[in-house]
């Protein structure tokens, strides 16, 4: 829960069952593979990368290769600007929720650790 995941290669069945943080970003995602009634529900997204997301993926994919030498992330590194379109980022409704209101508060100013963003975090998720 709230850790980054990078899948280079098939999933399994249920994908994103039980997941309630963080985000999984995935290569060519076979969608029938994701869990039907979290996606029905709402309860799991399905988004294309955003900027952020595709400089911490390369980031990612790059530490990746220095570690394990894996061909398939330096053939993804090699035509990235392609082969970004094939990633898919998996996560949570309420995570994704999280998440904005912390950026919305950093770009006001306002401690994203505080009593305030807690209240509105309580707000957005129902919790």
């Known amino acids: 829960t709230g850790g980054t995941a990078v899948i280079l290669g098939p999933t399994g069945r249920n994908l ?8 999984a970003y995935v290569h060519r995602l076979d969608t029938a593979r994701v869990n039907a009634q ?16 595709l400089e911490l993926l390369r980031g990612l994919l790059v ?16 035509g ?21 209101v912390r950026q919305e508060a950093e770009q006001a100013g306002i401690d994203p650790d505080g009593d305030v963003v807690w ?8 919790g």
């Open 119 to 126: 209240n509105r975090i309580l707000e957005v998720t129902g």
């Open 16 to 23: 994103g069952a039980g997941m309630s943080g963080g985000v």
């Open 63 to 78: 530490q990746h290769v220095e570690r394990t030498a894996s061909p398939v992330a330096q053939r993804i590194l090699d």
């Open 80 to 100: 990235f600007d392609a082969a970004a379109d094939d990633f898919i980022k998996v996560l949570p409704r309420d995570f994704a929720a999280v998440q904005n």
């Open 38 to 53: 979290s996606l029905e529900s709402g309860e799991l997204r399905l988004e294309p990368l955003d900027r952020a997301d």
